[in-house]
Nanobody, 131 residues
Framework: QVQLVESGGGLVQPGGSLRLSCAAS????????LGWFRQAPGKEREGVSC????????YYADSVKGRFTISRDNAKNTVYLQMDSLKSEDTAVYYC????????????????????????WGQGTQVTVSS
């Protein structure tokens, strides 16, 4: 059974950092795309970042490029999202999700990062950026 469990959210001041973790079970990361999405109150879900080991590719939304970094630890079967220089507009519930390896390929993210291909989701973790 595929399961994704996020952790690491919390309250942080503007300019601060947080690292989110997504522990995967029931499958190994090697042949999947792993993505981070977020949803703020009253807004649509937004694709933030993803990675595909098969394609050796990563993707970042323009809104987080240069501030967020996605990485993985194969031994722990865990994906991370390091978030630096946080802004109030980063406040949202953050979800990790898994999809087939193509979802985060360079062709799969040509038009951005769609939630459609992602069929396994974690429960979400709240990130609040406020002074």
């Amino acid at each position: 059974q595929v399961q994704l469990v996020e952790s690491g959210g919390g309250l942080v001041q503007p300019g601060g950092s947080l690292r989110l973790s997504c522990a995967a079970s029931g499958f190994t990361l090697d042949y999947y795309s792993l993505g981070w999405f977020r949803q703020a109150p009253g807004k649509e879900r937004e694709g933030v970042s993803c990675m595909s080991s098969s394609y050796g590719s990563t993707y970042y939304a323009d809104s987080v490029k240069g501030r967020f970094t996605i990485s993985r630890d194969n031994a722990k079967n865990t994906v991370y999202l390091q978030m630096d220089s946080l802004k109030s507009e980063d406040t949202a519930v953050y979800y990790c999700a898994a999809a087939g390896e193509y979802a985060c390929s360079p062709y799969g993210t040509m038009d951005g990062m769609s939630a459609g291909p992602y069929d396994s989701w974690g429960q979400g973790t709240q990130v609040t950026v406020s002074s």
